[in-house]
Antibody, heavy 120, light 112 residues
Framework: QVHLVQSGAEVKKPGASVTISCKASGYSFPAYAIHWVRQAPGQSLEWVGWINADNGNTKYSKKFQGRISVTRDRSASTAYIKLTKLTSEDSAVYYC?????????????WGQGTLVTVSS | DIVMTQTPLSLSVTPGQPASISCKSTQSLLHRDGKTYLYWYLQRPGQPPQLLISEVSRRFSGVPDRFTGSGSGTDFTLKISRVEAEDIGVYYCMQSIELPQTFGQGTRVEIK
């Protein structure tokens, strides 16, 4: 069974950075891609970025350009998202989700989510 | 970016009654490959989103047949023929014809 297990909740101060991990199991990690999507409290879903778990190619939302880095460790079947220069507007639950390599396929399944709280 | 607009934003439904959610996109989701990249997700309270419907009308594995997706171009609908208690949560439409993938605001479904 496919599972994506994310790292635990984080509390950060404004200006800091956060790194979240997403460990995959139950499938061949390099055969798929990983999306990152976030959800601010009470809000809808916002696509953040994507990584091809095979070759490491990435795509990012323009909103986060310059602040975001998505990487993966094939040997650990784990994807990572790092977001720098955090502000209170980055407080959200961050989800990873698996998809096929093309951008058109639906991300599924999703990890359990990681709550990031940015507060002074 | 493509904007996805859902209506209504909330629904209160008696068990056994139907429900319908509309989703409109600011541009056509019909790809040159002939597929339409519109998806529906359900997010139950405290859970991550789960895929219900792919490419407008294809139910994902394990999704009950009371869920039906329809539409084309820029106008789409999710219908639940007979709402059950387990259907409560927030429903999102999502487009993936281009990046960034974008989601509707969500429609909260509750049971009367």
């Amino acid at each position: 069974q496919v599972h994506l297990v994310q790292s635990g909740a984080e509390v950060k101060k404004p200006g800091a950075s956060v790194t979240i991990s997403c460990k995959a199991s139950g499938y061949s990690f390099p055969a798929y891609a990983i999306h990152w999507v976030r959800q601010a409290p009470g809000q809808s879903l916002e696509w953040v970025g994507w990584i091809n778990a095979d070759n490491g190619n990435t795509k990012y939302s323009k909103k986060f350009q310059g602040r975001i880095s998505v990487t993966r460790d094939r040997s650990a079947s784990t994807a990572y998202i790092k977001l720098t220069k955090l502000t209170s507007e980055d407080s959200a639950v961050y989800y990873c989700a698996r998809s096929y390599f093309d951008f058109w396929s639906a991300p599924t399944p999703w990890g359990q989510g990681t709550l990031v709280t940015v507060s002074s | 970016d493509i904007v996805m607009t859902q209506t209504p934003l909330s629904l209160s439904v008696t068990p056994g009654q139907p429900a319908s959610i509309s989703c409109k996109s600011t541009q056509s989701l019909l790809h040159r490959d002939g597929k339409t990249y519109l998806y529906w997700y359900l997010q139950r309270p405290g859970q991550p989103p789960q895929l219900l419907i792919s490419e407008v009308s294809r139910r994902f594995s394990g999704v009950p047949d009371r869920f039906t997706g329809s539409g084309s171009g820029t106008d789409f609908t999710l219908k639940i023929s007979r709402v059950e208690a387990e259907d409560i949560g927030v429903y999102y439409c999502m487009q993936s014809i281009e990046l960034p993938q974008t989601f509707g605001q969500g429609t909260r479904v509750e049971i009367k």
